[in-house]
């Protein structure tokens, strides 16, 4: 398939959508609209196919150079809020903050999530945590039965956020003044804040939120510094976030001072777009170029014919490749090639992609393995930084590779498959793993 009719098939999104009650939206509206914003193009949201829930303009048409919305700051809520919020920061003692227990702002936005869910309707941003969906479609979300049934990358990168998300849960808990809450004398993190419900909001995090240069409105004196382990830099964004991503747009996004007063604004510009964008059809925004390995573990949906995807090999994958391939029975795999491969983090970024071909790393380790007959340091440097085009023998072995690979997935939606209940994230897996295959089958066709 040429790149124009691969083009035409982009953009079909796979995500479960678990949204938010439908009548969720009009307080919010509201509540923004008291926090000062305008929305001049009348941006509401409403249900799409494929997409579930995303943004639109009820009465306005959309090009190239214009601006999506733009939101005043403090709609948002960023470091500035958390240091405003007197209740939320009562809770945390300053005596107790050490070097050795630092949370991430992430963790500290999602316990404030937590925070403002337990105080309901007294709330003030009541009526954004109620259009926070109940549920993530990650694959963190799997259960164990499925995640078994995965590829081992998928199953590493859960268990990497399952040691941050415990390691930062633990550590806000130790900084925490009192076990239990003064007016309704729940236990703080047994009944209130607990891992599960921490999980929920550390998603709804790193599933809303977006990028704020918080050097542009932080406060001197931050009572929370001390406690983080990176720069406040993100914010949780009260309508933004139900505009959805697409790989076909670009957008930026930035903090600009507006008005009389010269107040903070989120603004979003639509860089470029295929075509003009009518009312009331959606409005798509870029988180990045994202691959779908990214947006299905960090976000729990992927794109179809997603042009900025590529496909990821592990060294792992390639030394079970050359043992499991009969062309390469007779192949010393010596470990000092393994040790210099890994001291020269050669093994990154291997992947190959549909219209650039194959990483240079891949085919680097490639000939390292299955084509250099000298084991010394010296003479693997200088041929692994040598000339590119002695590295070009290893065309059989990338299309060898990528069978290899397209097998093992199959083999493991085939035993997904006899699972006969699928979670909402199983579902998305599925889906996951059969893109990948039709990815991997689509490169084999165009070399
Ligand atoms: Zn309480």
Known sequence: MGRT??????????????????????????????????????????????????????????STGDTLINLPLKCLVTISTLEEAAHFKSQFDVTKFHKDCKIS??????????????????????????????????PYFCPIAELQRLPVEILEKTVEQHRLIRENYTNLKSVFHRNECSYCGQLYFDEIYTLDAFKWAYFAVNTRSVYVFSR????????????????????????????????????????????????????????????????????????????NFKLFTEY???????????????????????????????????????AFIRQHNLHDEMFVHLDDGASHNLCVVLHLLVHEQSIYPNVLNQVAFGAAERLANVENEVRSLVSYKINTYRTF??????????????????SYMEECIRYLEEYLDSI
């Not at 406040?232 to 976030?241: Q, R, V, W």
């Not at 496909?311 to 062309?327: A, C, N, P, W, Y």
Request: hydrophobic share 35%; glycine share 4%; proline share 5%.
């Open 5 to 62: 009719a691969r083009a035409r098939q982009r953009n079909k999104r796979m995500r479960v959508t678990q949204n938010a009650p439908e009548d969720s939206l009009n307080p919010l509206l509201y509540e923004l609209s008291r926090l000062g914003w305008h929305n001049p193009s009348r941006l509401t949201a409403r249900d799409f196919p494929l997409t579930g829930r995303g943004v639109c303009s009820k009465n306005q048409k959309f």
């Open 413 to 430: 939606l085939v035993d997904f498959e006899k699972l006969t209940i699928l979670s909402e994230s199983g579902k998305v897996a599925k």
């Open 216 to 291: 542009q409105f932080k406060p001197d004196k931050c009572f929370f510094q001390p406690l983080l382990s990176d720069e406040p830099n993100m914010a949780l964004a009260p309508f933004l976030d139900l505009f959805n991503h697409s790989a076909e747009v670009t957008t930026s996004a930035d903090l600009l001072p507006s008005g009389p007063k010269k107040q903070l604004e989120y603004v979003l510009t639509l860089e470029s777009n295929t075509s003009a964008i009518s009312p009331r059809s959606q409005l798509f925004i870029s988180y990045g170029a994202l691959s």
């Open 300 to 338: 729990g949906f992927f794109i179809t014919q997603n042009r900025h995807d590529y496909f990821s090999f592990s060294l792992t994958d390639v030394e079970d490749f050359l043992k499991h391939d009969k062309t390469y029975s007779n192949l010393i795999l010596h470990r000092n090639k393994f």
């Open 105 to 138: 702002f992430q963790s500290l936005l999602a316990l404030n999530i937590l925070h403002e869910k337990h105080l309901e309707e007294a709330s003030h941003i009541s009526a954004y945590i109620n259009t926070i969906p109940k549920q993530f479609s990650a």
